[in-house]
């Protein structure tokens, strides 16, 4: 069974640039979740999709932020304009199951880190 | 405000030993504590959880042990490898009405040395 993948691995842009991050979970897994790590901190909740439905985004920091879920396949999350807060490693993650146990056991991709200049 | 702290950045120690890794949370609605494991470069990987209706979870090497009193849980790895050097977080969540979110601490790094 394949990871979840994310890409790029890195991306540096400068200050009022636009990103587009991309994130390919586990297949099968409804759940679909992104998270963020700023400087060695704490790895902090962004949003939860379940399926194409965003099922809580009270992590996403303002509307600089965006992400989709086509299809309840694969997600994008773009900055658009970057700021230099929001330099980082972002990961997302995937769980199985819409409730109980499994679905509360996320697997995360590598993450990417981004860096704005 | 954090609600979950690992108050170690670091840990050494010997192959063969006890690592403790500790971890105490400030939210009482928290009712399922993960840790997961990170290296280098790498995402972080699912190491093992426990439900706040036990006091002790136990895989292998790895045990978790939960005090719902003191809001503490630490994750003994016995005998430690030098595998085992990575960056462990502890994370929590709440069942009923949190959604699937973890909210996680900083991360302790642990370093096993020969």
């Known amino acids: 069974e394949a990871g979840v993948t994310q890409f790029p691995s890195h991306s540096v842009i400068e200050k009022g640039q636009t990103v587009t991050l991309r994130c390919d979970p586990i297949s099968g897994h409804d759940n679909l979740y992104w998270y963020r790590r700023v400087m060695g901190k704490e790895i902090k909740f962004l949003l939860h999709?379940?399926?194409?439905?965003?099922?809580?985004e009270s992590g996403m920091p303002n509307n600089r932020f965006l992400a989709e879920r086509t299809g309840g396949t694969y997600s994008t999350l773009k900055v658009q304009p970057a700021e230099l807060e929001d330099s980082g490693v972002y990961f997302c993650?995937?769980?199985?199951?819409?409730?109980?146990?499994?679905?509360?056991?996320?697997?995360f991709g590598p993450g990417t880190r981004l860096t704005v200049t | 405000d954090q609600q979950v702290k690992q108050n170690s950045p670091s840990l050494s120690v010997q192959e063969g030993r006890i690592s403790i890794l500790n971890c105490d949370y400030t939210?009482?609605?928290?009712?399922?504590f993960l840790w997961y494991k990170k290296y280098p470069a790498e995402g972080p990987t699912f190491l093992i959880s426990?439900?706040?209706?036990?006091d002790k979870n136990e895989d292998g090497r790895f045990t978790v042990f939960l005090n719902k009193s003191a809001k503490h849980l630490s994750l003994h790895i016995v005998p430690s490898q030098p595998g085992d050097s990575a960056v462990y977080f502890c994370a929590a969540k709440y069942i009923t009405g949190g959604g699937n979110k973890l909210t996680f601490g900083t991360g302790t790094q642990l370093k096993v040395e020969l």
């Open positions: 939210n009482s609605m928290f009712d399922y």
């Open positions: 999709f379940v399926k194409e439905s965003k099922q809580d």
């Open positions: 993650a995937s769980s199985r199951g819409l409730a109980g146990p499994s679905s509360y056991e996320q697997y």
């Open positions: 426990i439900s706040s209706i036990k």
